[in-house]
Every structure is written in structure tokens, then in C-alpha cells.
């Protein structure tokens, strides 16, 4: 399938529409059309080459071109590609990565629910709350609690759990009984109050408590959140914050979900991202990293606590996916989650990666621009500001992070902008060499857009 960039920019425009994208804007723009990668690089269809630190949409943790995988899918595609998981049927490859889940998973989670996306699997999770609260003769308790600048999915229930208002203004969300409280943004909400990181870390957990008064503790089902939010600007709690959640949610009875559809499979430096967060979720939600984004693959880690009751209760949960347990997702996901183990990745970024990403933005902290600098295992932020000494704020409608990523574009880099915080997540194969590689294009696209904003007086 050999065209050139502008047929393939025009038969985008005519047919494609794109997720979370201004179709107008991109078809007077022009898509960027990725053609081929290899370990973390990218190629787009001028031959244009570009380090990937975003890992796709923070999924390729494998990095690209993995043999082992594409092997896994291959084979399994040749015996059995599909077969279904309902009706007393299954296959192997989704019960042996259901096993292999529960062997990876903190103590206490040995069941799954296998779904097809991070979106899905939420979705999942809000029935499966309410069913649970339901069998335990507590129907009432139906409201879950998530925060402001959440990402959990673009499902309904996915995009109502989510905290984004953006998602919010459109069809009529969020669904009922779904409740938000502020995020753990500690330079949105901190900072201004002059509260150390960890005062503002249990003050954010007190706004849950509060909630949860103000609604009724026996109306309560669940809290969720992500360990780290990614989507909202790799948003990184006070060390105080989750342990404080989970205190209060033991307090009240209630549940605890961690959306690790980002933070799970070793992106923080441990398997999942409560587990650096120090929480002991009921129920945490996974996609993304499972298949290293090579096919698509979500659900449910369940807990004991729920699993005991959804089994022991009996009657049939009314809940499923065709592609639940897909035998061909399932064998690349046995595949990658096993890549995982024998590379060790989750160690590598523990000990080696993370405390290694954690020293470079140390340094790139330093630059005129950059107001807050913040890693979490391999996923790391960098604030924008106007006035590094007084931590002012670009006005918004300058877009400075798409300026950024503008530069980063056109010089080799994938870096995203959320708002002022530019933000990376590379594969967890990436060197200390290409970390310092994509250090020097951070810096230069730093410089550069330091130079329009001299250039165009933004800095006054
Ligand atoms: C990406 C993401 C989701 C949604 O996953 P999809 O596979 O896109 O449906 C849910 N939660 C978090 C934290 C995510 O980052």
C-alpha cells in the first residue's frame, strides 16, 4: 500500500474520523501518517523519523518489533483465532493468561474479567461494583466517587467515571451516580494555599471524606482513581495522598478501584501502580500494557473480597463482551506479559530507569521554562511556566504546550502536551543512552520554543 503522504492526507480527510479530533482542523492540516516502527522509533510516510516517548498512547512498553509477540499472534491465528468465553466454553490462551495475571497481581487478586479495551473494562467495573453492593443486600449504594481531570475511557460509563469536562459537555454526562472531588494536583491546588506537597496530599484525600459524608456513607459504592493520572498531565500525588484514600475508604466500607490502564505492567517501577502508590485496591482496571498495545486487550483484576461474593452469592452476572478472553489477544498478552518477566522491566525501571529519568529531568529543571519538573517511574511531566521565580502561567489561549510540541514534532520527538505540562512515557526498553538521546531533543525543543516566546514577547 504505497501512496504518497498527500493521497493518503486526502483519503483521511474524506472518510477517517479520527478519535478526540477537530475534523475541520485536521483535514486542513493534514494527518501524520505513522507507517512503521522499530523498537522505539517511528517512521511517518515522508521516511521522517521519530523517537516515540509516548510509547503509542502509552501502551508499546515492549517497544516495537518484538518477535515473540508477533510469533504469539501468528500462531494462534493459524489454530484457533476466535472462539468465545460464554456459555461454559473457553480457550486456552484466556485461561493461561488469567492465571498468569493472577500470579503477577498483588496477593489477594486471583480472578479476571477479560474485556476489550481500558474503557470496557471501567464500564465492567461499574456494573460489577453495583452488582457486589446489590448481593450484599445494600442496593442503595450506587454512587462511585472519581476526580475532577480523570482519564478512565470514552465509553459513557468510562467518560462519566472521567473527570474530563471537555467529555462531560457532550451527550449528557456524566451518567447518574457517578461524583467528582478535586484532583491531587498539588501546583493547581497547593501550591497557591503554601501547603507542603505532603499537607496538600492528605488535604486532598480529606475532600474524598467529606464527599462520602455529604452523600451518606451507606449510599457509597466505590472510590476509583488512577495511581498516577496520565491523560489529565501525568498528574503525580503527594507520597501522602493514596495511603490517606485507602485509610478512608476502609473506614466507610468502601471499595477501591485502581484504573491501571495506564500504570500497570511496570510503567511506575513496580507491576501495578498501586503498588508504588501504596494502596490495596479491590478491583483495578488494566488494557494498554497487557498486550504492549500490539492488539487489543483490557479488563478486571478482581479482588477476593468482590470475586468471593460475585461467586459464592451465585446467580448469573448479566455482563460480556464478544471478544472477552480472545484467544488471539490472550496469546500475545501470555507472550508480552512473559517478555516482561524475562527482561525484567519492572526491576530495570525500579532501579535503573526511573531513578535514571528522575535525574535527567532533575537537570532539565534548570531551564528558563520549566516551572516544575516530576517523574514517577517511567512517566514524567514537565510544567511550562512564564515566570520560572513567581510560577506564573502562560495565559491559555497561547497554547504553549502545543507550541512545544509543535517543535518536538518537526524535531524527531513524540512528546504530548496537556495544557502547560509536557509529558513522557517512553517504552520500558528504552536505554540510558536513548534517554539521554531524547533528553537533548527535550532541551532543544525547550530552547526553541524559549526563542518564539523571546521573539514574540510572551515572556512580558
Ligand atoms: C487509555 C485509558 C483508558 C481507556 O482505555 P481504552 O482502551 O482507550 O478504552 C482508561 N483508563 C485510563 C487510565 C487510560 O489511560
Known amino acids: 500500500m504505497t501512496r504518497t503522504t498527500q493521497e493518503w492526507q486526502a483519503a483521511d480527510a474524506a472518510h477517517f474520523l479520527h478519535p478526540f479530533t477537530d475534523f475541520q482542523s485536521l483535514a486542513r492540516k493534514g494527518s501524520r501518517v505513522i507507517t512503521r516502527a522499530e523498537n522505539i522509533y517511528l517512521w511517518d510516510s515522508d521516511g521522517h523519523k521519530l523517537l516515540d516517548a509516548m510509547s503509542g498512547l502509552w501502551c508499546v512498553n515492549v517497544g516495537y518489533g518484538q518477535r515473540s509477540l508477533i510469533d504469539a499472534a501468528t500462531k494462534q491465528l493459524q489454530e484457533l483465532p476466535f472462539y468465545n468465553a460464554f456459555f461454559q466454553t473457553a480457550t486456552p490462551p484466556a485461561i493461561a493468561l488469567a492465571e498468569l495475571l493472577a500470579e503477577v497481581a498483588p496477593p489477594g487478586f486471583e480472578h479476571v474479567f477479560f474485556a476489550g479495551s481500558g474503557s470496557e473494562g471501567n464500564d465492567t467495573v ?32 468510562g467518560a462519566s467515571l472521567g473527570g474530563m469536562a471537555g467529555m462531560h459537555a457532550q451527550g449528557g454526562l456524566p451518567i447518574p451516580g457517578i461524583e467528582h472531588i478535586g484532583q491531587p494536583y498539588w501546583w493547581q491546588h497547593g501550591r497557591p494555599q503554601g501547603l507542603s506537597r505532603e499537607a496538600f496530599g492528605l488535604q486532598a484525600a480529606h475532600w474524598l471524606e467529606q464527599r462520602i459524608l455529604a452523600i451518606g456513607p451507606d449510599k457509597v459504592a466505590a472510590f476509583i482513581g488512577e495511581p498516577v493520572q496520565g491523560a489529565g498531565g501525568v498528574i503525580i500525588p503527594p507520597a501522602t495522598y493514596w495511603p490517606e484514600v485507602q485509610r478512608i475508604c476502609d473506614q466507610y466500607g468502601i471499595l477501591v478501584v485502581s484504573d491501571e490502564v495506564i500504570c500497570g505492567f511496570g510503567r511506575t517501577g513496580s507491576w501495578f501502580g498501586c503498588q508504588t502508590q501504596g494502596f490495596r485496591p479491590d478491583l483495578m482496571t488494566f488494557a494498554k500494557g497487557v498486550t504492549s498495545g500490539y492488539i487489543p486487550l483490557g479488563g478486571v483484576l478482581v479482588g477476593e473480597r468482590i470475586a468471593r461474593v460475585l461467586i459464592e452469592r451465585g446467580g448469573e452476572f448479566n455482563h460480556g463482551y464478544t471478544y472477552s478472553g480472545h484467544p488471539v489477544a490472550c496469546a500475545v498478552g501470555l507472550a508480552n ?124
Open 337 to 460: 506479559v512473559g517478555l516482561i518477566r524475562s527482561l525484567g522491566l519492572v526491576e530495570r525501571v525500579r532501579d535503573d530507569l526511573g531513578p535514571y529519568l528522575a535525574q535527567v529531568y532533575a537537570s532539565l529543571a534548570d531551564h528558563p521554562l520549566v516551572g516544575d519538573a516530576e517523574t514517577c517511574g517511567l512517566m514524567g511531566a514537565l510544567l511550562l511556566v512564564k515566570d520560572k521565580a513567581q510560577g506564573t502561567a502562560f495565559p491559555e489561549a497561547l497554547e504553549i504546550g502545543m507550541v512545544c510540541r509543535g517543535h518536538c514534532f518537526r524535531e524527531g520527538l513524540v512528546m504530548r502536551a496537556v495544557g502547560d505540562r509536557m509529558i513522557v512515557a517512553p517504552p520500558l526498553v528504552i536505554t540510558r543512552a536513548q534517554i539521554d538521546e531524547m533528553a537533548a531533543l527535550i532541551r532543544r525543543c525547550l530552547d526553541l520554543t524559549l526563542a518564539d516566546a523571546q521573539r514574540e514577547g510572551w515572556l512580558h
Open 126 to 157: 461499574v456494573r460489577m461494583v453495583r452488582r457486589y453492593w446489590d448481593l450484599l443486600g445494600q442496593p442503595q449504594r450506587q454512587v462511585i466517587i472519581s476526580r475532577d481531570n480523570a482519564y478512565h475511557g470514552s465509553t459513557m460509563a
